[in-house]
């Protein structure tokens, strides 16, 4: 499937609100191969968007991701998927708070074994959609959006 595209792009948190408008304009160029990565599929993309499933809040399913990437160096991530603004604070496994294990922890793990796996292009662009509702320490983050 992916040698008839140009440019592959990891993308998490395509399938809803402002990820999902991202890639529906990053897929409008056929040439380039899109990756959502979140718990749930994107509706209504071409078929240059591919979904694959993953929990970014539990790191076996990060570490089963990164195992699974099967195409070449991707040239582009955007880490998009995020959670902010709940109600209240809800710890997982090894005590660690939700919010801060979606949106740093789970993307740092599969940053960087993506990148053991030499699964990004030397010149790979690497971004991240932040808000500080994603900080523990700021009292918002406790409110809804
Ligand atoms: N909307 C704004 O005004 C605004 C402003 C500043 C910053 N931001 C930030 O931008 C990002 C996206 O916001 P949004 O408003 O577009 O939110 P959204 O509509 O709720 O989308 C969040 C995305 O993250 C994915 N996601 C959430 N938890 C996940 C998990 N555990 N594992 C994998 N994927 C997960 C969701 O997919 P699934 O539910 O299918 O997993 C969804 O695709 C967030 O980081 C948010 O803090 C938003």
């Keep these: 499937m992916s040698t008839q595209y140009k440019k592959h792009i990891i993308f998490t948190g395509g399938s809803s ?11 409008a160029d056929p040439e380039t191969h899109i990756v959502v990565l979140s718990r ?3 509706k209504d993309l071409p078929d240059n968007v591919e979904f ?3 929990d970014l809040s539990d790191p076996e399913s990060v570490r089963s991701c ?6 070449p160096p991707a040239d582009a991530f955007v ?3 995020g959670i ?6 809800t710890y997982i496994q090894d005590g660690i708070e939700q919010t801060f ?10 940053i960087f074994l993506l990148n053991d796996r030499g699964a990004f292009a030397p010149n790979a662009r690497i971004s991240f959609v ?3 509702l994603h900080d523990p320490e700021n009292p918002s983050s406790l409110k809804p959006y």
């Design 17 to 27: 609100g402002i990820g999902y408008e991202a890639t529906k304009v990053l897929a």
């Design 40 to 42: 749930s599929p994107p």
């Design 52 to 54: 694959h499933k993953f």
């Design 66 to 71: 990164a195992e699974w990437w099967p195409y």
């Design 79 to 81: 880490g998009c998927a």
């Design 84 to 89: 902010g603004g709940t109600p209240k604070v």
């Design 101 to 110: 294990a979606t949106n740093h922890l789970g993307h740092a793990l599969l």
């Design 130 to 132: 932040g808000s500080s």
